[in-house]
């Protein structure tokens, strides 16, 4: 499942983890990748370890976790801390590689299962040209370059690439999950589910009027619980 997930940030937090990052010292962004992905990697990356660094992921982190649609459509265990890069001049493409299966975050030693890749876009779109994120997937592939403050979230296992940026400069920050539901398309149904219930529940609301305090219809409640007893089956956590 690919999903966008708009306003992950609000205009004033993008702002201040733009200045964050943009101020500190950057690295090649080889430093976490794996042979193969290495041998395709050219941009820059933010260490981990700077302060600059920790603030502005420390800002990501409490947007996601207030995010319903993130959590719905991730149903995170685990979120690798995320790390920021950015893309221009000669430093500028990432070839198409797989993300590496588990990473390990090395100041805890933690281990995240990479189920979910996720980018969240730091560049208005019209500052740069080039810089797609190219997924494939059964439907072929898909460019995807959306506004600052959106998020994409897609499938660890697909292959995929950032295209060279020509003009201007991609800023952005990524990061993996590990979700409670491993499998893409248990998630994925779980999802479709959970928002029909969100838009059935709307009705009854909007029948009802606001007001009211028992408006759910009994369909819902049901439906609602069976989402919860799929999720009980299938959610390792
Ligand atoms: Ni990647």
């Known amino acids: 499942m690919l999903l966008r997930v708009a306003q992950v940030l609000t205009p004033e937090e993008l702002t201040q983890v733009r200045q964050l990052v943009l101020t500190a010292p950057w690295s090649d962004g080889r430093i976490t990748a794996g042979v193969q992905s290495g041998a395709v990697k050219n941009n820059l990356q933010l260490p981990e370890e700077l302060p600059e660094a920790q603030q502005a992921r420390h800002i990501v982190s409490v947007a996601l976790a ?114 409670m539901v491993r499998s893409d398309a248990q998630r994925r149904l779980l999802y479709d589910m959970d928002m029909a219930i969100t838009a059935l529940r709307q009705k009854d609301l909007d029948r009802a009027g606001r007001d009211q305090a028992h408006v759910e219809s009994d369909e819902v409640v049901r439906l609602t619980g069976c989402y919860h007893n799929l999720l009980r089956m299938w959610a390792d956590v």
């Open 66 to 179: 207030r995010n319903p649609m993130f959590v719905t459509g991730a149903l995170p265990k685990s979120v690798y801390p995320p790390l920021f890069n950015r893309y221009g001049g000669q430093s500028n493409a990432f070839g198409n590689h797989i993300d590496n299966a588990v990473r390990t975050h090395a100041a805890t030693a933690r281990h995240v299962r990479t189920d979910i890749s996720c980018t969240l876009f730091l560049s208005e779109p019209q500052t740069y040209d080039g810089g797609e994120l190219v997924v494939q997937d059964t439907y072929g592939e898909q460019s995807i370059k959306f506004a600052a403050g959106d998020l994409v979230m897609y499938p660890g296992t697909s292959v995929h690439r950032v295209t060279p940026v020509t003009r201007g400069e991609r800023l952005a920050c990524f990061f993996w999950i590990e979700s």
